[in-house]
């Protein structure tokens, strides 16, 4: 069985990159900017690049699926990069494709509020994607740089799925009719996302989950079999959004960037603005293995566990990250 | 007679500031940026800086409504920096008061596209204020950074009158019943502008008028007159939009900056992608004083030219510019 994450963001040590190894996982998608802009997310890619360099016998970059197979033959965790915002690449169009030189595979088009290109999920309203929106869609298809619509509001995310030539992502997130956080997704957007040969990550944040961190594995992954009937077996796999040993301050920081003088709690509160504490059965990547026990008892058959465990994104990027012209 | 122009971005040199001497303009509100973030904007600060080096004599910078009426005694110009989008504060709302504390006293929340503030007036919908415009306005109110909504769309406009607590500027625009063009205004935008202690600053630029370049300097006073009986005469002024000795690739980059791979015309078309031609009557700062006539022409008394021509700029600096704690 492969194991792919569709997205964390640890605080990321040599622990970590253990975890993963004893976990089986073999690519993550990690995030490596939220309100960063470009020159900030070239720092955060040097420190990943040391970190490449520590760390070879565990981790290396990953630049399309291939690299996640010969991670799996070679026990080891092929890292591919996404960003949580379009900040990365500011007002300028033209560094998609710079952006996609130096690695970056997957990039949301809005974190929460709305952006130059399209609507986050917080915003009172959503007009859909913007005229730049379009232009970047257009660019990042032909670059190979996936969609990513996990803080995006519902109708910018249907929106994107039209206009993208190629199918999207939305990384981390779980349906809306089980848990109905604003972060959540709606029938139409799992269904529209499904048809167009996009996936869905399903999240283990316990924001996102029905009871938060009391939700035990059975509901989570009964929720994934019916998530399987309106989206198809092929078009679901795990977003785990783990951050573990990440310091308090830095859920703060996801929330608020420079946005704002005042505090925002987005998906917690002023009573909860922390980090809210991890279910017992998934603290770091060595449980990862452990979903597909819990899958295989929700029903699933092998194929079906191990197109979710990681087939299915290894599918994706497959079909993904290479250029078209 | 004191002139002052709510908006110019003239190709700068030492002849336009001799016509503005010859014109006996006090003060002109000169865009420094359009697409460009806070470090270029740093740019085009350091390059005023050189200019106001070079000519003591004929221009200094004006920090508040007094160096306006210094500038009138001494035959000097004094010039206030603005910015015709909210590029230079990029996502960070400390910029603020950074960019007030460099002399910036105008800045539009959004040019023709949806920025993180605001929609511009080319897209296709207006949400109105975003989550961070709401922030934004607040910080600009306590800095003393005036509200420029000139390439901003209907809701977000009427929005922004709404929220800002201190009166805003639409610095060069006309009315859009007088002349259907995208960027002028509607009687709600002018009614709710006029009734809220803000500023209309007229537009010279030829596709903000009737007829274009072959507009008639009777023509534009008739306007003027028009409109103040809407507004009332305290809240209209001259933004003259002159962008005396640019190349066309100027334009072309006010529409395209970086945010698309094809091009965009803007108020132009593919035909006439150029800088329109000005008309007859109004080819440089020397002309200004020639506006007095045509208004005295169109039936304004004395005392309604002086105000329209600068006297009602210089009371909307003098609300303006002071930070409220």
Chains 1, 2 share one sequence.
């Not at 990365?88 to 996609?100: A, F, K, R, S, T």
């Not at 993208?164 to 009719?177: G, K, L, M």
């Amino acid at each position: 069985m492969l194991i792919i994450d569709g997205l964390q963001y640890c605080n990321w040590s040599e622990r970590i990159f253990r975890d993963m190894q004893a976990g089986g996982v073999s690519a993550v998608h990690v995030t490596v900017s939220y309100w960063e802009d470009f020159r900030e997310t070239v720092e955060r890619l040097t420190a990943w690049n040391r970190r490449f360099e520590t760390y070879p016998e565990l981790i290396f970059l990953g630049r399309g699926a291939a690299d996640a197979a010969r991670a799996r033959d070679e026990g080891r965790t092929a890292i591919f990069f996404g960003a949580q915002n379009c900040s990365p690449m500011e007002d300028d169009i033209g560094l998609i494709q710079v952006l996609h030189d130096l690695g970056l595979r997957f990039m949301q088009l809005s974190y929460n509020n709305q952006s130059l290109l399209a609507t986050g999920c917080y915003e009172a309203e959503d007009p859909g994607i913007t005229r730049m929106g379009r232009e970047a869609i257009r660019e990042m298809n032909r670059a190979g740089l996936v969609i990513d619509m996990s803080h995006s509001a519902e109708r910018s995310t249907l929106e994107a799925i039209e206009l993208s030539q190629r199918p999207i992502a939305i990384t981390h997130a779980n349906p809306h009719d089980w848990h109905p956080a604003r972060r959540n997704k709606s029938p139409e957007v799992l269904r529209a996302l499904g048809q167009s040969g996009g996936m869905l990550g399903l999240s283990l944040y316990p924001h996102h989950l029905k009871d938060g961190g009391d939700c035990s594995l059975a509901a989570f992954c009964a929720m994934a079999a019916r998530t399987v009937e309106v989206m198809g077996v092929e078009r679901v796999g795990i977003g785990s959004d783990l951050c573990q040993d990440q310091p308090d301050s830095v859920v703060e920081w996801m929330r608020n960037g420079t946005w704002t003088k005042t505090l925002d709690y987005g998906e917690g509160s002023a009573a909860q603005a922390e980090f809210p504490p991890q279910q017992d059965w998934f603290q770091s990547n060595r449980d990862l293995p452990g979903l597909a026990k819990g899958l295989r008892d929700a029903g699933f058959d092998a194929a079906g566990v191990d197109k979710i465990m990681g087939g299915n994104w290894l599918d994706f990027f497959e079909r993904s990250f290479a250029p078209k012209p």
